[in-house]
């Protein structure tokens, strides 16, 4: 099966916002067993958004749009759809009524702008939207269905409908076509509750098993050479083997199709997983900090982090994952000298001998976080983030990650010579890497 | 002018990892008068990447890809394209050299894999990567003038080479085609160093302009009946006006193209300013941690940070703008309640009497991270993130707020009901909106 996503937005295109429902359907489409053939963005511009879905409809059983649902003026993806598969807009009642109540709810009047979003095309299957105002909205381009449809249903008038003038004409029996709104926040609950059933129904699910297994330390082409060999006979068998390099880890990709896909999949983990060994953190949406929650979770261990030049990221990024309260005491954030020596006992000889980027004052940090949190483990981190701050000893991107326990502390020395956030995203990652390998 | 991008990549399909590029090369190409057309995505398959980039260059003069042009068996785009063009790969000495200096530089072996990473399309410019091993390669399509190309090259050879098998055949004079590594910390680099002096070149810029006026306190229904009317004349001279809903805040983004765009965008900018008023906290890509920063440096003026609920996000945001440590002094992530009192000076009487999430506390919090970092303002934040923890008093995503400075703190209370990661977002926003308004 074919399945194709068409993304308006003009600030997708001027590149004023991140589409993040790009990897978020693909990604929930995939597990469903649909995997998305092509994606495409396009401003909210009449012509393009239509040759974009006459495209799409050419080649797709089902294809999804996102964006342009909304009660603004480039709000225009509805109108233009109706318009080109000849539909007249409805009003639809259990729109107007869930639109009254999200107001009423609120204490505010419903702003007149609203009432576009109450106009539907005829015969389109409603999705209220739990979190917002605008519907979303799917079309069965199936001509018989569309004609039963038609009559059952309430708004459906007798005149009639111009055909569809769809520009190849689809060569599929049935075709849906599913407007989502582009506010993320209504987007995700309306798939689940709304898109995932109507696919269920709709849509025999493929087999398609996919195996993401993430490792650190090791490049990307050094992964590869390692495991090539291995996974050879597999490959032949129809195991497809992809490799992504990111900031700090690698990770492979095990996917395949059909009957055997499960059987390959499992054989091709179980030899990366021999290969690579303990450089494997965790598989599919693993994060390094989900681990360590997890691993700190199971042993009954606390851990407390002292910041420096990771400004809060660590904390952020353990705090991202729920329950991490069980584990997390706290943090400090300190990244004035007398923070350091006022709150967390770092002498002032340790910062005047060897600097706040040094040995001795990650150790001194991280011993006295651990004292401050009675914490099983604390980690401290203090480097050199840039632009500016590098020495020919201590160039930008010297890094210092301590970490203590019961039995003392040891102290990593790193060189990450990125940008701001790379550098804090990849020191956050090693510093995590650093305490899993202990756990 | 048309662009278009095309991405490359199994892992986008699958919804394995987020596509970064096409805001990022959006947002540059049109910052340099080039507005992007179409964005497609497609698996690193051969069918669907040739299939992509022929249509896109039947439809545009500027086709950059990413992706595909690594190290491993799944980086096929290079191999694709020169074939589909009817090129001959041919090794790049400059490439062979730069690969062996990356390697030498890291006291690493050069792993056998790079070798395909020298061959290059016969009549490519090659951009070396100045972050990694695999080149960029942009391919001028104007027969002419690369038959030309062709004969100063030193890897030209004498054989006669296939013609173009576009499909359909290009309508323009002259087409580049450029191919840009996936991993963005290549890809950016090399765009600024090697693509936009191509484009300068080769390519006459188009007059656009745009601005972002961003917004808080207002929805996106009401933002524009506020300001409809007054840019109605505006816009029937040739201004777009875009609305963007955002966790937190409304984008209000004003647009023209030709000579009357400056002009047009600054009477709309004036209009937009005049009504939404202190509800605009800055432009384009201001963030609000920015505007922040930007404020309490003017004014010599520090702030230290107590969260709870926001668990370091709220700094993690504020240590993301260059310059931040200048009125940073630090903060506290305080998720247990001794480390609240014990590090705060937050009562323990205050704590059992109204709990952690009250008003009592979040002013306890800000006096005394006020006090422990000396600094001029602190904010203080507690709150129920969810999906646990709610009562019908204070159910889950209520927040509080603290504001302390030498007057005294001011306290707000919010209900931000959304899942984890947008509600730190979005409480973070709010926090830094209560000092804003506060400077």
Known sequence: MNVEIVNTG?????????????????????????????????????????????????????VITTGGLGPTSDDITRELIAQMLGRKLVPNQDVVAH?????AKRGRPRPLKTEVETLVPEGALVFLNETGTAPGLALC???????????ESEEGSGASRPSSILHPPPSFAKQWLVMLPGPPRELRPMFESAVVPLLAREFAAEIFVCRTLRSTGVGESRVQEMIEAAVQSM?????????????GSVDVRLTAEGGKAAQLVHAGEAE?????????????????????????????????LAESCTGGHLAHRLTNVPGASAVFCGGLVSYANEAKEKLLGVRAESLRQHGAVSEAVAREMAMGVRAAFRSDFALAVTGIAGPGGG???????????????AEGVAVEQRLNPWERLTFKDVTATQALEQLRRRL
């Not at 994060?287 to 700190?296: A, S």
């Not at 020495?391 to 326990?405: Q, W």
Request: aromatic residues 4%; glycine residues 10%.
């Open 10 to 62: 003009s600030e997708l295109m001027l590149g004023r916002v991140l589409n993040t429902h790009q990897q978020w359907l693909c990604r929930r489409l995939a597990d469903l067993g649909h995997v998305v053939t092509r994606q495409v963005a396009v401003a909210d511009r009449g012509g393009e958004i239509q040759q974009a879905v006459r495209e799409a409809l050419g080649r797709a059983e089902l």
């Open 99 to 103: 639109i009254e109540r999200f107001f």
């Open 141 to 151: 381009l199936e001509p018989e269905r569309d004609e039963e449809r038609r009559g």
């Open 235 to 247: 490959v032949g068998a129809g195991l497809e083997v992809g490799y992504c390099a990111r900031p």
């Open 272 to 304: 990366v997983r021999r290969i690579l060994g303990p450089h494997i953190f965790g598989c599919d949406d693993d994060e390094i900090e989900e681990v360590v929650v997890r691993l700190l979770t199971a042993r009954k261990q606390s851990l407390a």
């Open 391 to 405: 020495t020919p000893e201590k160039p930008v991107g010297t890094v210092f990650i301590a970490l203590a326990c």
